[in-house]
């Protein structure tokens, strides 16, 4: 079998997905004897072709719940992002928190504080804060697939009697023209809401997110406060020429 062919490779590499497996880029530039990158390639292709979503480290399954997967799959999200997160947070009384791995590393390291209440659609998020002590308020609504966030008409008319002082959203991708993007349009709909309920909308990702436009718009630059990433300067100059704060890790 030729491995250097990529139509082996991507015919090899559905089969898995069919089967739920999560592809691990690392793993598979070892067994298949290729660079990283190639693999990388790989994993846009067949998420082009509708049959895997991308995530840090590799790929997981199109509408898999993929929060379990990812936190199997993809590397730890970095201390020094976390921590920087932490210190842009500071004093807020009253936080909106998204869903996603990178979020979810958030509120792990959150500690309780006088008048701290986070009000958040994970119910992952929602277990995280609670055993940390801290008054935690789960949005209602059916729980999706993708982020695993909730979703829909009871989690929006909610946000809509919230006002919070930060809502930190994850991102599938944040494009300095396109702005904050989704790769599920119900997702999508309800960080809008949640970015809406708050003084400051905060914009949590790692670099590798940055330059990415998913499938939906979520938020435009201007309606994007802060962007908290490990990406370097450069990387980050254009969306502070549109006008977001940037805290770097």
Do not use: W, Y
């Amino acid at each position: 079998m030729d491995l250097n062919n990529p139509e082996i490779r991507l015919s090899i590499l559905r089969r898995r997905l069919a089967d739920g497996a999560p592809l691990v880029a690392s793993a598979l530039a070892d067994e298949f004897a290729i660079s990283v990158d190639t693999v990388r390639r790989d994993l846009i292709a067949l998420e082009r072709l509708g049959a895997a979503q991308r995530v840090r480290g590799g790929a997981v399954p199109m509408g898999a719940p993929a929060v379990a997967l990812r936190e199997r799959l993809e590397a730890p999200v970095p201390s020094a992002l976390v921590a920087c997160a932490l210190a842009r947070l500071e004093g807020a009384a009253t936080l909106l928190l998204d869903g996603g791995t990178t979020v979810l590393a958030l509120a792990r390291a959150l500690r309780p504080a006088p008048g701290l209440v986070v009000v958040t659609p994970s119910p992952f998020v929602a277990a995280a804060t609670h055993q940390s002590g801290i008054e935690t308020i789960t949005l209602p609504g059916r729980i999706s697939a993708p982020g695993g966030i909730a979703v829909g008409a009871p989690c929006e008319a909610m946000l809509a009697e919230v006002a919070a002082d930060v809502a930190v959203l994850g991102a599938c991708g944040l494009d300095a023209a396109f702005g904050l993007s989704s790769d599920d349009l119900e997702e999508s709909v309800a960080k809008r809401a949640m970015a809406r309920a708050a003084r400051l909308a905060l914009v949590l990702t790692g670099g590798e997110k940055l330059g990415r436009r998913a499938r939906h718009r979520t938020l435009a630059p201007s309606e994007l406060d802060v962007l908290v990433t490990d990406a370097s300067p450069e990387t980050t100059a254009p969306f502070a020429a549109q006008g977001l704060e940037i805290s770097l890790a």
